[in-house]
């Protein structure tokens, strides 16, 4: 069964850094874009970043510069390394896949979200 696992969230200070990890549990994500959304206390799902099998990556703006995604295709592994946290990026962080640019409406697969806290 084809499914996303994130690990790495937790409690950090503001102005601190955490990385997340999406796994894959098929070789089937791989030829896939792999992305993260986050989703805060009464907020939509918003998207965070996306990476597609070949490494192009795109950000959303409130990221750019402080979030950076990769992916190991042979670890079938994502990353979010997350530095100079605020509180505005509070969530839970939700890895996802499906066709490139990986929007929202056209996510295929989706995991079951790791919390983030940042703490002011």
């Known amino acids: 069964q084809a499914r996303l696992v994130e690990s790495g969230g937790g409690l950090v200070q503001a102005g601190g850094s955490l990385r997340l990890s999406c796994e894959a549990s098929t070789r089937t994500f791989t030829s896939y874009a792999m992305g993260w959304f986050r989703q805060g206390p009464g907020n939509e799902r918003n998207f965070v970043a996306a990476i597609n099998w070949s490494g192009a990556t795109r950000m959303s703006e409130s990221v750019k510069g402080r979030f950076t995604i990769s992916r190991d295709n042979d670890r079938r592994t994502m990353y979010l390394q997350m530095s100079n946290l605020t509180s505005d990026d509070t969530a839970t962080y939700y890895c996802?896949?499906?066709?490139?640019?990986?929007?929202?409406?056209?996510?295929?697969?989706w995991g079951n979200g790791t919390h983030v806290i940042v703490s002011s």
């Open positions: 996802a896949a499906g066709p490139w640019p990986l929007s929202r409406i056209v996510v295929n697969w």
